[in-house]
Protein backbone atom coordinates (compact mmCIF):
# COMPACT_ATOMS: atom_id res chain seq x y z
CA UNK A 1 0.00 0.00 0.00
CA UNK A 2 1.24 3.18 -0.68
CA UNK A 3 0.05 7.06 0.53
CA UNK A 4 0.60 10.21 -0.78
CA UNK A 5 1.30 13.45 1.27
CA UNK A 6 -2.50 14.46 0.34
CA UNK A 7 -3.45 11.86 2.53
CA UNK A 8 -4.86 9.58 -0.05
CA UNK A 9 -4.71 6.41 0.09
CA UNK A 10 -4.01 4.35 -3.14
CA UNK A 11 -4.41 0.66 -3.45
CA UNK A 12 -4.41 -2.37 -6.18
CA UNK A 13 -7.75 -2.29 -8.22
CA UNK A 14 -9.42 -5.57 -6.74
CA UNK A 15 -11.66 -5.08 -3.69
CA UNK A 16 -10.44 -1.02 -4.10
CA UNK A 17 -13.04 0.12 -1.54
CA UNK A 18 -12.27 -2.74 1.25
CA UNK A 19 -8.64 -2.33 0.83
CA UNK A 20 -8.84 1.49 1.05
CA UNK A 21 -10.76 1.06 4.18
CA UNK A 22 -8.80 -1.37 6.05
CA UNK A 23 -5.39 0.84 4.93
CA UNK A 24 -7.69 3.87 6.37
CA UNK A 25 -7.99 2.06 10.09
CA UNK A 26 -4.58 1.15 10.60
CA UNK A 27 -3.10 4.55 9.78
CA UNK A 28 -5.69 5.70 12.62
CA UNK A 29 -3.99 2.95 14.93
CA UNK A 30 -7.41 1.08 15.04
CA UNK A 31 -8.21 -2.68 15.66
CA UNK A 32 -11.28 -3.65 14.04
CA UNK A 33 -13.33 -3.06 17.43
CA UNK A 34 -12.31 -0.10 17.51
CA UNK A 35 -13.75 1.39 14.24
CA UNK A 36 -16.91 -0.51 14.99
CA UNK A 37 -17.19 0.90 18.33
CA UNK A 38 -17.02 4.53 16.59
CA UNK A 39 -19.49 3.60 13.72
CA UNK A 40 -21.66 1.87 15.41
CA UNK A 41 -21.41 -0.98 13.71
CA UNK A 42 -20.35 -4.73 15.10
CA UNK A 43 -16.75 -6.28 14.53
CA UNK A 44 -17.97 -8.65 11.61
CA UNK A 45 -19.22 -5.72 9.96
CA UNK A 46 -16.20 -3.74 9.85
CA UNK A 47 -14.64 -7.23 9.01
CA UNK A 48 -17.21 -7.46 6.08
CA UNK A 49 -16.36 -4.05 4.59
CA UNK A 50 -12.35 -4.23 4.64
CA UNK A 51 -13.22 -7.53 2.65
CA UNK A 52 -14.86 -5.35 -0.15
CA UNK A 53 -18.64 -7.08 1.19
CA UNK A 54 -21.51 -5.85 3.13
CA UNK A 55 -24.12 -2.82 2.52
CA UNK A 56 -23.60 0.64 1.30
CA UNK A 57 -25.11 2.04 4.69
CA UNK A 58 -22.87 0.17 6.87
CA UNK A 59 -20.37 1.67 4.87
CA UNK A 60 -21.31 4.94 4.91
CA UNK A 61 -21.24 4.49 8.94
CA UNK A 62 -17.53 3.19 8.30
CA UNK A 63 -16.85 6.36 6.15
CA UNK A 64 -18.10 8.83 8.36
CA UNK A 65 -16.74 7.65 11.37
CA UNK A 66 -12.84 7.94 9.68
CA UNK A 67 -13.83 10.89 8.15
CA UNK A 68 -13.51 9.45 4.50
CA UNK A 69 -15.65 10.00 1.35
CA UNK A 70 -15.32 8.41 -2.18
CA UNK A 71 -13.29 10.32 -4.50
CA UNK A 72 -12.32 9.86 -8.18
CA UNK A 73 -10.06 10.79 -10.75
CA UNK A 74 -12.99 11.10 -13.65
CA UNK A 75 -16.06 10.73 -10.90
CA UNK A 76 -18.58 13.59 -11.16
CA UNK A 77 -19.25 15.74 -8.14
CA UNK A 78 -22.52 15.36 -6.13
CA UNK A 79 -23.93 14.87 -2.72
CA UNK A 80 -24.17 11.37 -2.97
CA UNK A 81 -22.19 8.67 -4.72
CA UNK A 82 -25.21 7.15 -6.65
CA UNK A 83 -25.65 10.95 -8.21
CA UNK A 84 -21.82 10.66 -8.77
CA UNK A 85 -22.45 7.18 -10.11
CA UNK A 86 -25.57 8.07 -12.80
CA UNK A 87 -23.49 10.84 -13.91
CA UNK A 88 -20.11 8.65 -15.20
CA UNK A 89 -22.45 6.47 -16.40
CA UNK A 90 -24.09 9.09 -18.76
CA UNK A 91 -20.96 10.58 -19.81
CA UNK A 92 -20.06 7.15 -20.83
CA UNK A 93 -23.20 6.73 -22.86
CA UNK A 94 -24.24 4.03 -21.48
CA UNK A 95 -27.80 2.98 -20.60
CA UNK A 96 -28.74 0.98 -16.74
CA UNK A 97 -29.41 -1.85 -18.62
CA UNK A 98 -25.65 -1.58 -20.41
CA UNK A 99 -23.71 -0.53 -17.07
CA UNK A 100 -25.96 -3.80 -15.23
CA UNK A 101 -24.19 -6.02 -17.53
CA UNK A 102 -20.68 -4.78 -17.61
CA UNK A 103 -20.95 -5.03 -13.80
CA UNK A 104 -22.07 -8.41 -13.67
CA UNK A 105 -25.29 -7.49 -12.04
CA UNK A 106 -28.99 -6.33 -12.26
CA UNK A 107 -30.71 -3.35 -14.00
CA UNK A 108 -32.79 -2.93 -10.88
CA UNK A 109 -29.51 -2.84 -8.72
CA UNK A 110 -28.08 -0.15 -11.04
CA UNK A 111 -31.34 2.20 -10.21
CA UNK A 112 -31.33 1.15 -6.45
CA UNK A 113 -27.79 2.39 -6.43
CA UNK A 114 -28.01 5.32 -8.48
CA UNK A 115 -31.32 6.95 -6.54
CA UNK A 116 -30.91 5.72 -3.60
CA UNK A 117 -27.52 4.89 -3.04
CA UNK A 118 -28.39 1.55 -1.65
CA UNK A 119 -27.03 -1.49 -2.40
CA UNK A 120 -23.76 -3.72 -2.05
CA UNK A 121 -19.95 -2.70 -1.66
CA UNK A 122 -18.96 -5.07 -4.20
CA UNK A 123 -21.19 -3.68 -6.52
CA UNK A 124 -20.64 -0.52 -6.27
CA UNK A 125 -16.54 -1.43 -6.53
CA UNK A 126 -17.44 -2.89 -9.84
CA UNK A 127 -19.34 -0.39 -11.05
CA UNK A 128 -16.64 2.02 -10.50
CA UNK A 129 -14.21 0.43 -11.86
CA UNK A 130 -16.19 -0.44 -14.96
CA UNK A 131 -16.83 3.13 -15.54
CA UNK A 132 -13.30 4.23 -15.15
CA UNK A 133 -13.93 6.60 -12.22
CA UNK A 134 -10.30 6.10 -10.50
CA UNK A 135 -12.17 5.52 -7.35
CA UNK A 136 -10.06 6.30 -3.78
CA UNK A 137 -10.90 7.21 0.08
CA UNK A 138 -9.87 10.39 0.87
CA UNK A 139 -10.71 12.94 3.19
CA UNK A 140 -13.41 15.56 2.45
CA UNK A 141 -11.87 18.25 -0.05
CA UNK A 142 -8.85 16.44 -0.58
CA UNK A 143 -8.07 15.00 -3.85
CA UNK A 144 -5.13 13.63 -4.97
CA UNK A 145 -3.12 15.26 -7.86
CA UNK A 146 -3.13 13.29 -11.21
CA UNK A 147 -0.68 13.51 -14.19
CA UNK A 148 -1.33 12.04 -17.45
CA UNK A 149 0.69 8.82 -18.48
CA UNK A 150 3.16 9.69 -21.54
CA UNK A 151 1.13 8.58 -24.30
CA UNK A 152 -1.02 7.46 -23.14
CA UNK A 153 -3.53 7.66 -26.18
CA UNK A 154 -3.59 6.71 -29.35
CA UNK A 155 -4.65 10.01 -30.84
CA UNK A 156 -3.11 10.39 -34.11
CA UNK A 157 -5.54 9.16 -37.07
CA UNK A 158 -2.43 8.10 -38.54
CA UNK A 159 -2.37 4.77 -36.42
CA UNK A 160 -5.64 3.82 -36.42
CA UNK A 161 -6.32 -0.25 -36.46
CA UNK A 162 -7.27 -1.30 -40.30
CA UNK A 163 -11.17 -1.63 -40.22
CA UNK A 164 -10.45 -5.25 -41.85
CA UNK A 165 -8.99 -6.10 -38.83
CA UNK A 166 -11.21 -5.25 -36.71
CA UNK A 167 -13.88 -7.01 -38.63
CA UNK A 168 -11.99 -10.22 -37.87
CA UNK A 169 -11.28 -9.62 -34.12
CA UNK A 170 -15.45 -8.65 -33.66
CA UNK A 171 -16.30 -11.65 -35.42
CA UNK A 172 -13.69 -13.96 -33.37
CA UNK A 173 -13.50 -12.50 -29.56
CA UNK A 174 -17.13 -11.31 -30.34
CA UNK A 175 -18.33 -7.81 -28.37
CA UNK A 176 -15.45 -5.64 -26.69
CA UNK A 177 -15.89 -4.13 -23.34
CA UNK A 178 -13.34 -2.01 -23.51
CA UNK A 179 -10.73 0.22 -25.91
CA UNK A 180 -8.96 1.42 -23.16
CA UNK A 181 -7.11 4.43 -25.11
CA UNK A 182 -9.33 5.83 -27.46
CA UNK A 183 -9.08 9.17 -29.27
CA UNK A 184 -12.77 9.74 -28.73
CA UNK A 185 -14.63 8.77 -25.91
CA UNK A 186 -18.36 9.80 -28.74
CA UNK A 187 -18.76 5.83 -29.39
CA UNK A 188 -20.37 7.58 -32.85
CA UNK A 189 -17.39 8.45 -34.04
CA UNK A 190 -14.86 6.13 -32.04
CA UNK A 191 -12.49 3.99 -34.43
CA UNK A 192 -13.30 0.39 -32.30
CA UNK A 193 -17.09 -0.64 -31.62
CA UNK A 194 -16.88 -0.96 -27.69
CA UNK A 195 -19.13 -0.33 -25.10
CA UNK A 196 -16.70 1.55 -23.04
CA UNK A 197 -13.91 4.35 -24.08
CA UNK A 198 -11.39 5.65 -22.02
CA UNK A 199 -9.31 8.65 -23.26
CA UNK A 200 -6.17 10.69 -22.50
CA UNK A 201 -7.98 12.67 -19.95
CA UNK A 202 -8.96 9.40 -18.38
CA UNK A 203 -5.81 7.40 -18.53
CA UNK A 204 -7.17 4.44 -19.21
CA UNK A 205 -3.34 3.31 -18.75
CA UNK A 206 -3.88 3.67 -14.65
CA UNK A 207 -7.13 2.60 -14.50
CA UNK A 208 -8.26 -1.29 -14.02
CA UNK A 209 -9.71 -2.84 -17.45
CA UNK A 210 -12.71 -5.29 -17.59
CA UNK A 211 -14.36 -7.97 -19.86
CA UNK A 212 -12.87 -8.06 -23.30
CA UNK A 213 -10.57 -5.66 -23.75
CA UNK A 214 -9.03 -4.40 -27.55
CA UNK A 215 -6.25 -1.94 -27.34
CA UNK A 216 -4.09 -0.42 -30.42
CA UNK A 217 -1.14 1.50 -27.47
CA UNK A 218 0.52 4.14 -28.57
CA UNK A 219 3.71 2.76 -30.08
CA UNK A 220 5.85 5.23 -28.68
CA UNK A 221 8.24 4.62 -25.42
CA UNK A 222 5.19 4.07 -23.42
CA UNK A 223 4.33 0.94 -25.19
CA UNK A 224 6.28 -1.51 -22.98
CA UNK A 225 4.03 -0.26 -20.26
CA UNK A 226 0.87 -0.76 -22.22
CA UNK A 227 1.99 -4.22 -22.89
CA UNK A 228 2.71 -5.15 -19.35
CA UNK A 229 -0.88 -3.46 -18.52
CA UNK A 230 -2.40 -6.27 -20.62
CA UNK A 231 -0.63 -9.02 -19.27
CA UNK A 232 -1.30 -7.82 -15.66
CA UNK A 233 -5.06 -6.80 -16.00
CA UNK A 234 -5.56 -10.65 -17.21
CA UNK A 235 -3.50 -12.46 -14.75
CA UNK A 236 -4.99 -10.54 -11.74
CA UNK A 237 -8.61 -11.39 -12.95
CA UNK A 238 -9.64 -7.42 -13.78
CA UNK A 239 -10.20 -8.20 -17.06
CA UNK A 240 -11.56 -11.43 -19.57
CA UNK A 241 -9.23 -11.12 -22.19
CA UNK A 242 -7.15 -8.60 -23.66
CA UNK A 243 -6.10 -8.71 -27.62
CA UNK A 244 -3.88 -6.03 -28.52
CA UNK A 245 -1.94 -5.03 -32.12
CA UNK A 246 1.16 -4.42 -31.66
CA UNK A 247 4.57 -4.20 -33.29
CA UNK A 248 5.79 -7.58 -34.05
CA UNK A 249 9.13 -6.43 -31.62
CA UNK A 250 10.22 -10.09 -30.54
CA UNK A 251 13.99 -8.47 -29.78
CA UNK A 252 12.77 -6.61 -27.11
CA UNK A 253 12.94 -6.71 -23.08
CA UNK A 254 8.98 -6.22 -22.47
CA UNK A 255 8.38 -8.99 -25.45
CA UNK A 256 9.88 -11.60 -23.30
CA UNK A 257 8.68 -10.30 -20.57
CA UNK A 258 5.09 -9.77 -20.70
CA UNK A 259 4.05 -11.85 -24.49
CA UNK A 260 6.46 -14.59 -24.58
CA UNK A 261 5.32 -17.33 -23.04
CA UNK A 262 1.84 -15.45 -21.28
CA UNK A 263 0.15 -14.50 -24.51
CA UNK A 264 -1.15 -16.36 -27.59
CA UNK A 265 0.05 -14.28 -30.53
CA UNK A 266 -0.74 -13.96 -34.31
CA UNK A 267 2.29 -12.98 -36.93
CA UNK A 268 0.31 -11.08 -39.22
CA UNK A 269 1.63 -11.99 -43.02
CA UNK A 270 2.78 -8.45 -44.91
CA UNK A 271 2.58 -4.97 -43.26
CA UNK A 272 -0.37 -3.55 -41.50
CA UNK A 273 -1.52 0.07 -43.43
CA UNK A 274 -2.88 1.96 -40.54
CA UNK A 275 -5.53 4.56 -40.60
CA UNK A 276 -5.12 7.11 -43.26
CA UNK A 277 -1.72 6.57 -43.82
CA UNK A 278 -0.97 6.25 -47.68
CA UNK A 279 1.85 3.68 -47.27
CA UNK A 280 1.99 0.27 -44.79
CA UNK A 281 3.70 0.61 -41.81
CA UNK A 282 7.80 0.43 -41.54
CA UNK A 283 7.29 -2.70 -38.89
CA UNK A 284 5.55 -6.61 -38.92
CA UNK A 285 2.94 -5.92 -36.73
CA UNK A 286 1.19 -9.25 -34.27
CA UNK A 287 -2.01 -9.54 -31.99
CA UNK A 288 -1.79 -10.84 -29.32
CA UNK A 289 -4.08 -12.40 -27.01
CA UNK A 290 -4.63 -13.08 -23.04
CA UNK A 291 -6.94 -14.85 -21.29
CA UNK A 292 -7.98 -15.96 -25.03
CA UNK A 293 -10.27 -18.96 -25.31
CA UNK A 294 -10.14 -22.03 -27.49
CA UNK A 295 -13.04 -21.39 -29.10
CA UNK A 296 -11.46 -17.53 -29.80
CA UNK A 297 -8.04 -18.48 -30.81
CA UNK A 298 -10.05 -21.50 -33.46
CA UNK A 299 -12.22 -18.30 -34.42
CA UNK A 300 -9.41 -16.02 -35.24
CA UNK A 301 -7.24 -18.72 -37.10
CA UNK A 302 -9.81 -18.89 -39.34
CA UNK A 303 -9.74 -15.13 -39.63
CA UNK A 304 -6.44 -14.89 -39.89
CA UNK A 305 -5.25 -18.02 -42.14
CA UNK A 306 -1.83 -16.72 -43.41
CA UNK A 307 -0.72 -15.77 -39.60
CA UNK A 308 1.80 -17.74 -38.09
CA UNK A 309 0.51 -18.52 -34.75
CA UNK A 310 2.82 -19.38 -31.30
CA UNK A 311 0.00 -20.54 -28.44
CA UNK A 312 0.84 -19.27 -24.67
Not at 48 to 56: A, C, F, I, S, Y
Not at 106 to 132: C, H
Not at 293 to 300: F, G, I, N, R, S
Request: proline letters at 6%; glycine letters at 8%.
Amino acid sequence: MAENRCGVIKVPCQNRLGRCLREARKKRRLTQLGLAEQAGLSVPTVRLLEGGRGNLSSWGKALSALSLVVEGRNLPPGEAIGQRVAALRRRRHLSQRALASLAATTPPTVVALEKRSQGRLTVLDRVLAVLGSGHYLAEPGIRKPFYVNSGNSSTSMKWQTPAQVLDILYEAVGAIDLDPCSPTANRATAPVKARVHFTEADDGLSLPWHGTVFVNPPYGRGLKAWVAKAKDEVHCGNARTVVALIPARTDTRYWHQHVAGTATVFFLRGRLTFGSADTAAPFPSAIALWGATAHQVAALRKGLPDSWVVTA
